[in-house]
């Protein structure tokens, strides 16, 4: 644009010139030329359409879907790449190419990060690459523990969701009300919303014919704040008991060692690593009492998967897993005390035991659905340049 060009343009026009140069966002195309005063709306776009002009607010072009979606994931079963490969095939069945990389693979990506048609969607350390990107979602998991994490990432956690609020136009989301509530009042920290997570397609798929239901089954990593190894002394009580069950335990982690120890060599009991997703879930078909002791589970998508194969949960009462299925607390899902006591958990596992498997449906947590809650989060974002050019409008209007 030349000299004389800028010289013949409104002011409000130059700002937004300004703005579209300064955040790299189109919003004004190539058929969107002009300004216009339109009632309750002082300034807003005039596109060209068929031949005419048809003013459009700012806010609707806002909600320009993404092009293309990067996710950043991790190495935890049950975890952040659980819900990044679920997430990831949401968009894609929503017609939006999507690829799940590790927070340096991201970071290797400048041209990407940089590109507001690209929305990045970031989890655990690569939230500080907020700062670096346009179009972004942090997310927060959970809430930090000292004995999983270090008092090193316990305080780099809650710093980095503050850092996600201080950055212009990123957006920081909780996956559970529970996990919103606790890290907002603890560390004061602003959300933008709560959106659930996801459960691979593979889970969405109801048992066709009533298995034979004989383990009790835990997936997830064998580390100490799993709790397993609270857990599985009052278990092996009721493999004692039950001559017909068995117990599985699926993953892997530092704590295998001293659970194999734990165990004793029980003839029931079986490791079975890292098995794929088809291999878990044919074992979730033949569980009938799914175990958990994290008792600061952020939303825990194992209890998802559970729950649709037909398994009866027992899990901690407290946590954002208690919001998947309120009303099925009591039947579907057994509540074990936060102190984990070997009679009491055993206790609650003999009636689990005696409950009827049904599987819930899970059609609202589907990727596509899951998806879908953050495009509309999306849709809700506002980029730095406009903002600006939203204050000195107001500005300007108000003289």
Same mark, same amino acid.
């Given at each position: 644009?030349?000299? +004389? /060009?800028?010289?013949?343009?409104?002011?409000?026009?130059?700002?937004?010139?300004?703005?579209?140069?300064?955040?790299?966002?189109?919003? %004004?195309?190539?058929?969107?030329?002009?300004?216009?005063?339109?009632?309750?709306?002082?300034?807003?776009?005039?596109?060209?359409?068929?031949?005419?002009?048809?003013? =459009?607010?700012?806010?609707?072009?806002?909600?320009?879907?993404?092009?293309? =979606?990067?996710?950043?994931?991790?190495?935890?079963?049950?975890?952040?790449?659980?819900?990044?490969?679920?997430?990831?095939?949401?968009?894609?069945?929503?017609?939006?190419?999507?690829?799940?990389?590790?927070?340096?693979?991201?970071?290797?990506?400048?041209?990407?990060?940089?590109?507001?048609?690209?929305?990045?969607?970031?989890?655990?350390?690569?939230?500080?690459?907020?700062?670096?990107?346009?179009?972004?979602?942090?997310?927060?998991?959970?809430?930090?523990? #000292?004995?999983?994490?270090?008092?090193?990432?316990?305080?780099?956690?809650?710093?980095?969701?503050?850092?996600?609020?201080? =950055?212009?136009?990123?957006?920081? =989301?909780?996956?559970?009300?529970?996990?919103?509530?606790?890290?907002?009042?603890?560390?004061? #920290?602003?959300?933008?919303?709560?959106?659930?997570?996801?459960?691979?397609?593979?889970?969405?798929?109801?048992?066709?014919?009533?298995?034979?239901?004989?383990?009790?089954?835990?997936?997830?990593?064998?580390?100490?704040?799993?709790?397993?190894? &609270?857990?599985?002394?009052?278990?092996?009580? %009721?493999?004692?008991?039950?001559?017909?069950?068995?117990?599985?335990?699926?993953?892997? +982690?530092?704590? &295998?060692?001293?659970?194999?120890?734990?165990?004793?060599?029980?003839?029931?009991?079986?490791?079975?690593?890292?098995?794929?997703?088809? /291999?878990?879930?044919?074992?979730?078909?033949?569980?009938?009492?799914?175990?958990?002791?994290? /008792?600061?589970?952020?939303?825990?998508?194992?209890?998802?998967?559970?729950?649709?194969?037909?398994?009866? #949960?027992?899990?901690?009462?407290?946590?954002?897993? %208690?919001?998947?299925?309120?009303?099925?607390?009591?039947?579907?899902?057994?509540? %074990?005390?936060?102190?984990?006591?070997?009679?009491?958990?055993?206790?609650?596992?003999?009636?689990?035991?005696?409950?009827?498997?049904?599987?819930?449906?899970?059609?609202?947590?589907?990727?596509?659905?899951?998806?879908?809650?953050?495009?509309?989060?999306?849709?809700?974002?506002?980029?730095?340049?406009? &903002?600006?050019?939203?204050?000195?409008?107001?500005?300007?209007?108000?003289?």
């Amino acid at each position: 644009m030349n000299r +004389g /060009t800028l010289q013949g343009l409104l002011p409000q026009e130059r700002v937004c010139r300004r703005v579209r140069r300064k955040v790299g966002y189109c919003h %004004l195309r190539k058929d969107a030329v002009k300004i216009n005063h339109v009632a309750d709306e002082p300034k807003a776009w005039q596109q060209r359409q068929g031949g005419t002009f048809k003013p =459009v607010n700012i806010s609707q072009t806002e909600k320009i879907p993404p092009k293309r =979606v990067l996710i950043t994931g991790g190495h935890e079963i049950g975890g952040v790449d659980s819900f990044a490969q679920a997430l990831a095939g949401g968009f894609q069945d929503l017609g939006i190419p999507a690829e799940v990389l590790t927070p340096g693979q991201l970071l290797r990506r400048w041209r990407a990060l940089r590109d507001p048609d690209v929305l990045k969607i970031l989890s655990t350390t690569a939230v500080f690459a907020a700062p670096l990107a346009r179009r972004v979602i942090c997310i927060a998991h959970g809430i930090p523990s #000292v004995e999983a994490q270090g008092w090193s990432r316990v305080f780099g956690v809650p710093f980095s969701y503050k850092y996600a609020n201080a =950055v212009p136009g990123a957006q920081l =989301v909780a996956v559970s009300h529970y996990t919103a509530a606790h890290i907002g009042s603890i560390f004061n #920290v602003r959300f933008d919303g709560v959106v659930l997570n996801p459960i691979k397609s593979i889970y969405l798929e109801s048992p066709e014919a009533a298995p034979d239901r004989c383990y009790v089954t835990f997936v997830g990593r064998l580390v100490a704040l799993k709790n397993l190894h &609270r857990l599985l002394p009052a278990v092996l009580d %009721l493999l004692e008991e039950i001559p017909w069950l068995r117990a599985c335990i699926i993953g892997d +982690g530092p704590q &295998r060692s001293e659970l194999v120890a734990i165990a004793g060599g029980h003839e029931r009991l079986e490791f079975r690593g890292n098995p794929d997703d088809r /291999t878990v879930r044919e074992y979730l078909r033949r569980t009938k009492v799914f175990i958990s002791g994290n /008792t600061t589970e952020g939303l825990g998508i194992t209890f998802l998967e559970a729950l649709s194969q037909g398994c009866v #949960v027992a899990m901690p009462a407290c946590g954002g897993g %208690l919001e998947l299925a309120l009303e099925r607390i009591g039947h579907g899902i057994q509540l %074990l005390p936060i102190s984990l006591d070997r009679g009491e958990v055993l206790s609650i596992l003999r009636r689990a035991v005696q409950l009827e498997c049904v599987p819930m449906p899970v059609g609202a947590y589907s990727p596509r659905a899951v998806a879908a809650a953050y495009l509309e989060v999306d849709s809700r974002r506002e980029m730095p340049g406009i &903002r600006k050019w939203r204050q000195s409008s107001a500005s300007l209007s108000e003289r």
